[in-house]
């Protein structure tokens, strides 16, 4: 994992906090997972304590949760990403030791065409959390066979339980970004909401980060003693993103895939998930 560190703030301890509070890192650390650079941690089951929160279970995301952002996949900056609402549905079958499996229905409308909507039904091939409630999901798309991992954690707010998760889909045109605290429902007697309500903002905890340039030191991305930088321009609802650079011949040189300049890593944009007091 890149190390991240901001010039004349507190450099490590600051890149620490950011990085403790995103769970996931920094945009950049998302682009290499994606491009297969830095590996997704792994998760296995150990025992049945979320058994019984998971067994025969439906899922959905809150309204203030449904903000998502759409993005060229060769340069997130050009055009901007755009906004939109993703509502995706979870149907969970029998969790054993922590393993499941189920149904995912995901839709986005763009927030400049919200009646348009964009529906993806997924199988979750794949579930896993752990003791203490480390997620990983595979879910896979029933049009493509496409496979997208989500990762996340358990989290227990004023008594209920949430599933924390965040994801990056998409192919070789158009990436679909999106965080959010999945909560539990039951269909019979809910409707889940299908839009954001714009002006709902959460996670602003750490909107000072936004107009920031960080440092990325990584012997694998950069070569020994390489670095290279990248800069926060904006900020919302926890997702933020936009320029790098690097050196040139190094390996996440060679992974650009922009129409950005010479020396410039892939443009980026990512989830960020927010502490829990910020719900």
């Known amino acids: 994992m890149p190390r991240f560190e901001q010039p004349g703030r507190g450099m490590v301890a600051r890149a620490r906090a950011v990085l403790r509070a995103t769970r996931l890192g920094i945009a950049f650390a998302a682009t290499a997972w ?9 998760a296995h089951g150990q025992s049945t304590t979320w058994d019984s929160m998971l067994s025969n279970s439906h899922w959905y995301v809150p309204e203030e949760n449904l ?61 896993i959390v752990t003791d203490s409630g480390q997620i990983r999901m595979v ?30 889909t998409g192919n070789s045109s158009v990436l679909t970004t999106h965080w959010a605290y999945m909560a539990k429902y039951d269909p019979a007697t809910f409707t889940p909401p299908t839009l ?6 959460l996670s602003q905890e750490w909107r000072w980060t936004e107009g920031s340039t960080w440092l990325l030191r990584s012997d694998t991305l950069f070569g020994p003693s390489g ?32 129409r950005s ?11 960020s998930t927010s502490s829990s007091a910020a719900r």
């Open 34 to 42: 994606l491009t297969g650079i830095v590996g997704v941690p792994m």
């Open 261 to 271: 300049s010479a020396r410039s890593l892939p443009k980026a944009t990512c989830c």
């Open 139 to 168: 879910f896979q798309a029933l049009s493509s066979g496409q496979q997208t991992i989500g990762i996340g954690q358990v989290r227990t707010i004023s008594g209920t339980d949430y599933m924390q998760m965040q994801m990056i």
């Open 67 to 127: 903000l998502s952002y759409m993005t060229s996949a060769t340069n997130f900056l050009v055009p901007a990403p755009s906004p939109g609402s993703d509502q995706t549905l979870w149907s969970l079958g029998t969790a054993t030791n922590g393993v499941f499996s189920g149904t995912a229905v995901a839709t986005f409308r763009p927030a400049s065409a919200p009646v348009v909507a964009i529906t993806n039904t997924n199988t979750i091939v794949s579930g």
């Open 227 to 258: 670095t290279g930088s990248f800069t926060i321009t904006d900020y919302r609802n926890g997702y933020f993103w936009g320029p790098g650079t690097g050196p040139d011949g190094t390996a996440a040189r060679r992974q650009r895939a922009t």
């Open 196 to 201: 954001f309500p714009d002006g709902t903002l």
